[in-house]
């Protein structure tokens, strides 16, 4: 059984910054990538972050670039994902998944994971 929990979410003056951890429980995690998602009332869900299995490969969004850093724990089971510099825009629900296939190159494309945390807020005020 695979599960994901997320915390460190919560509220936060743009420009201000947070550390979002996710512990993936379940066997195999270092075979699989891993990426943080985003969703903000009324929006669909949408890639911020991903990672590949061993920590070597990284991508983001745009939108994202520069403020934010994903890594993982491989020895943990722990993802994270620092945000600095916060916007107003970053405020959403967000969630960690993991990929479908084992050892790909992971994208931010919301189909390709199927499995996912219940999510922690992220509030960003100006």
């Known amino acids: 059984q695979v599960q994901l929990v997320e915390s460190g979410g919560g509220s936060v003056q743009a420009g201000g910054s947070l550390r979002l951890s996710c512990v993936h429980s379940?066997?195999?995690?270092?075979?699989?990538?891993l990426g943080w998602f985003r969703q903000a009332p009324g929006k669909e869900r949408e890639g911020v972050a991903v990672i590949n299995f061993s920590g070597v490969y990284t991508y983001y969004a745009d939108s994202v670039k520069g403020r934010f850093t994903i890594s993982r724990d491989n020895a943990k089971n722990t993802l994270y994902l620092q945000m600095n510099s916060l916007k107003p825009e970053d405020t959403a629900m967000y969630y960690c998944a993991r990929a479908k296939r084992l050892f790909v190159t992971p994208s931010l494309v919301v189909d390709e994971y199927n499995y996912w945390g219940q999510g922690t807020q992220v509030t960003v005020s100006s």
């Open positions: 379940g066997n195999a995690y270092s075979n699989y990538a």
